[in-house]
């Protein structure tokens, strides 16, 4: 199984920014996407999820109605729209594979991660 993360940039504040997962290896019906990011010198934080099979999503509190999960299954890619972005937003963003919900032990596959930095 392989998730290879792409999109991360160098954005200002208010701007957006679109993530893509690429997933490959195995069939994902059964299974969640998540997003998960971590700051320099913090853990590694829930930002969402979206089950593979019926579209379902769900947020962190901290970016609820900025950002948004979706998938494309034709494609095997999931997505994740950053609207609104603010510096705290700042982080490596990983994309992982699992039984779903917002704990990392849940998630057996993990991507690379793709550096988002906002700039004030």
């Known amino acids: 199984v392989q998730l290879q993360a792409s999109g991360g940039g160098l954005v200002q504040a208010g701007y957006s920014l679109r993530l893509s997962c690429a997933a490959s290896g195995r069939a994902f019906g059964s299974y969640a996407m998540a997003w998960f990011r971590q700051a320099p010198g913090k853990e590694r934080e829930f930002v969402a999820y979206?089950?593979?099979?019926?579209?379902?999503?769900y947020y962190a509190d901290s970016v609820k109605g900025r950002f948004t999960i979706s998938r494309d299954n034709a494609e095997n890619t999931a997505f994740l729209q950053m609207n609104s972005l603010k510096p705290e937003d700042t982080a490596v963003y990983y994309c992982?594979?699992?039984?779903?919900?917002?704990?990392?032990?849940?998630?057996?596959?993990w991507g690379q991660g793709t550096q988002v930095t906002v700039s004030s």
């Open positions: 979206i089950w593979w099979s019926t579209g379902r999503t």
């Open positions: 992982a594979a699992g039984r779903g919900g917002s704990v990392r032990g849940s998630y057996a596959y």
